[in-house]
């Protein structure tokens, strides 16, 4: 079993999933506990979410407790007050999504640093995701909206709508040990930040993507891209994701670079690399190569540096040409600025 997990649901009123939230995922649990659960449930074989009423906690709870697993039995147990949709999610292999609780086990794992960007199979995520109106009343149909609202309005509620996305914001599923985020609505969920991770404000860290730490993100880190240890990220900077023009080529940032601020890479950069600020490197830009003397050594499509160490990629102000040279300072990070504790 690869992973498993007990949720607490929302739907819309047609019965869909909107949302679901998983307060402990496991990856690779113990195949008592899966054996337990699946029989107390009556499960079926392979990936299944299985829906089931607060009633049946006191059933789960003392199956998992008999099978020598005493902290998903108390999260059972817990759940038996919950007066929204339950489900269990059994996720046997890895393979394109089927169904939401599917993808939301997915994106929490991600999140929980339980995998890494690209560590699961996410293809068919989209279809499955609804557009949701993230409110303060939770997650809510578009089409459901407008009478949530006036039902609010006349109770006397306040109501306001934070964003419409298929994706919520990390912090209301999962918080990491170890990071600073400062505005939490740009890291969605199903981003990875690494202990002594800080996103500031205008730094925004997608699905499926995200870096090791320690490391200061101002920037974009884009559906896919991976940031490496020790690397910074300049305001207003921007990764190239495969969902936006990156095509099959994946984007990473490897450790100890520096991307300045206002620039932006479409190839993958090796370690103690950095990228001028203001400097945008596309996989097609002609970058002319400069030898240990500063003199021409030819040029190439920049997708040929794919992946390299050491480089320094600047801007020529005077002749607008990009060059490239060998960096060995790398980044020094402030250890102060990136201390958690």
């Given amino acids: 079993m690869l992973s498993f997990a007990l949720g607490i649901g929302t739907q819309n009123t047609q019965g869909n999933w909107l949302d679901i939230y998983y307060p402990a995922p496991l990856l690779t649990p113990d195949e008592s506990l899966v054996a337990a659960a699946k029989q107390a449930l009556d499960a079926p074989a392979g990936n299944a979410a299985v829906s089931f009423l607060p009633d049946d906690c006191a059933r789960l709870g003392e199956a998992l407790r008999a099978a020598g697993h005493p902290q998903q039995a108390e999260l ?64 809510i149909d578009v089409d459901e909206l407008p009478a949530r609202r006036l039902k609010a309005r006349l109770a006397g509620r306040p109501f306001s709508v934070d964003c419409v996305d298929k994706f919520p914001k990390m912090t209301d599923y999962v918080v990491p040990s170890g990071v600073r985020i400062g505005d939490a609505a740009r890291v969605r969920l199903g981003a990875y930040l690494g202990e002594g991770t800080t996103v500031m404000h205008e730094g925004f860290v997608n699905f499926n993507a995200g870096a090791e730490g320690p490391g200061m993100i101002e920037g974009r880190i884009s559906a896919g891209v991976m940031v490496g240890k020790g690397s910074d990220l300049g305001g207003g900077c921007s990764t190239m994701g495969t969902l936006s023009g990156g095509g099959n080529l994946v984007i990473k940032v490897g450790e100890d670079c520096l991307i300045g601020a206002n620039a932006g890479i479409g190839i993958p950069l090796g370690d103690r690399c950095t990228v001028e600020s203001g400097l945008y490197v596309t996989a097609g830009a002609k970058v002319s190569l400069l030898d240990a003397d500063g003199n021409d050594a030819g040029s190439v499509a920049a997708r040929e540096l794919a992946g ?32 958690h504790n």
Avoid at 83 to 96: I, K, Q, Y
């Fill in 76 to 139: 059972t147990e817990a759940l038996a007050v919950s007066r929204r949709p339950l489900v269990a999610m059994f996720m046997a292999t890895d393979r394109p999504v089927q169904s939401a609780p599917e993808v939301y086990l997915k994106l929490h794992l991600l999140s929980h640093r339980l995998v890494k960007p690209h560590g699961v199979d996410l293809t068919g995520m989209f279809g499955l995701l609804r557009n949701i109106a993230w409110t303060n009343e939770g997650a």
């Fill in 308 to 339: 390299r160490s050491d480089l320094l990629l600047r801007r020529n102000s005077q002749s607008g040409r990009i060059e490239c040279l060998t960096n060995n300072s790398g980044v020094a990070l402030n250890e102060a600025l990136h201390a």
